[in-house]
């Protein structure tokens, strides 16, 4: 019998790297197209690796050439021509599209206090990623009916794996171990809303088993699916999983919601249309297609794993020097504006690793004092210089 063959486009992210290990576990070929610049995971050498821009179309067609795969997924539609630009590009080479939408496309503030089935109503209008995946789903359906196309929506709650720590406000992937070497070095941690508000939260190898389940599988046809385990967790119940792998008392920052989103406005949108609200979801839609299901990895144990991976890895990418100062920022004006005490902190800039810059030290201080206006207009001379010193560097 021939192998099932899956092609995913990425292939090196938090969740597809996780996809494609289960896929080669569970004996299937794997495909992947991507740029092969990933810092953080190494795909097995099993994997067909087809190295390209994903948006050279005419290149990659000819590289699957006549191919069909019993599954397509790409993990990078985020927007309604990116789902139309991928079903252009792979209807003819699938007999099941995948597309991972989210959990976070309902409309939260209307079912707040309810356990999610599928059936609950999209759009939360308060968050336009929740906005623009519910438009590719429309759009995917229209594209798949018009293809012929049998797909299948994933919707993700919260995932984490080896390159992340699952908290609702983090630094950027890669640099989670920030979080890890802020609490080791008695420095707070925010919590919104006392860290009450609740998320189901999914190791990835847990996550990749149900989604394997799926592939080829009648029943997920024409259908979608929560990927999700059984147990919504408190994000603080997050930090004090993290604080006591860490064999560390936790100082914690608590503010409203409302609060925080006024400090962090590119992440505003996340926090009140998010991370916020409760979301509790049914997986039983999932189970009962693929019963093999299940949580296996707890969460304080999915997090020491993550831990032990950044500890290992000479906490990979190193750390997020803006984050680290945006916090400390952050914490440093709320408490003076509440009249709270700062002391014990720790507040200022610390070299966790032993290996900090001047540029390091640099990014950290211009995101610190931010708020000055003559610090603003350094950091903008600063960005220009990077900007042009990068640019300067593709053509040595």
């Known amino acids: 019998m021939d192998k099932k063959s899956i092609l995913i486009i990425g292939g090196t992210g938090v969740i597809s790297f996780a996809i ?38 005419e290149y990659i067609l000819s590289k699957i050439g006549d191919r069909v795969f019993d599954s397509v997924l790409d993990i990078l539609c985020y927007k309604r021509e990116d789902i139309s630009y991928s079903l252009n590009l792979f ?46 789903e429309v759009e995917l359906i229209k594209l798949a009916r018009k293809y012929n196309v049998k797909y299948t929506i994933i919707r993700p709650a919260i995932t984490y794996g080896n390159t992340r720590i699952p908290y609702g406000i983090m630094p950027s992937y890669g640099y989670h171990g920030t979080l890890i070497k802020r609490m080791e070095h008695n420095k707070p941690t925010i919590l919104w809303n006392d860290g009450k508000n609740l998320a189901m939260i999914t190791r990835v190898e847990d996550f990749a088993i149900g989604f394997i389940g799926l592939i080829g599988n009648r029943k997920a046809f024409n259908q979608s699916f929560h990927i999700v385990g059984d147990e919504a967790y408190s994000w603080k119940s997050v930090t004090d999983c993290l604080a006591d792998i860490l064999n560390v008392t936790p100082i914690y920052i608590s503010m409203p919601s409302d609060s925080y989103a006024a400090e962090i406005p590119m992440l505003s949108e996340q926090l009140l249309g998010g991370r916020s609200i409760d979301q509790r979801l049914d997986n039983y839609k999932l189970k009962s297609v693929v019963p093999e299901f299940k949580t296996t990895i707890p969460l304080k144990l999915g997090i020491s794993y993550t831990v032990e991976y950044y500890k290992s890895h000479n906490y990979l990418n190193g750390i997020d020097w803006k984050f680290d100062a945006d916090t400390d920022r952050i914490i440093s004006r709320y408490c003076k504006k509440n009249g709270l005490s700062t002391e014990g902190m720790n507040l200022g800039f610390v070299d966790y690793l032993g290996s900090a810059t001047i540029y390091d030290r640099l990014i950290y201080w211009l995101e610190f004092h931010k708020d000055n206006t003559m610090v603003r207009l350094c950091s903008k001379i600063v960005k220009l210089c990077n900007h042009v010193y990068n640019e300067i560097v593709k053509y040595l």
């Open 20 to 57: 494609v290990n289960e896929a080669i576990r569970q004996g299937y070929c794997v495909t992947c197209i991507n740029r092969g610049k990933s810092r953080n995971q190494v795909l097995p050498p099993e994997v067909e690796v087809i190295k390209a821009d994903y948006h050279n179309a």
């Open 91 to 136: 209807a003819k080479h699938c007999k099941q599209y995948c597309f991972f939408s989210s959990a976070e496309a309902y409309n939260k503030g209307k079912y707040k206090d309810e356990i999610y089935d599928e059936t609950v109503e999209l759009v939360n209008p308060l968050w336009s990623y929740s906005i623009n995946k519910a438009a590719c």
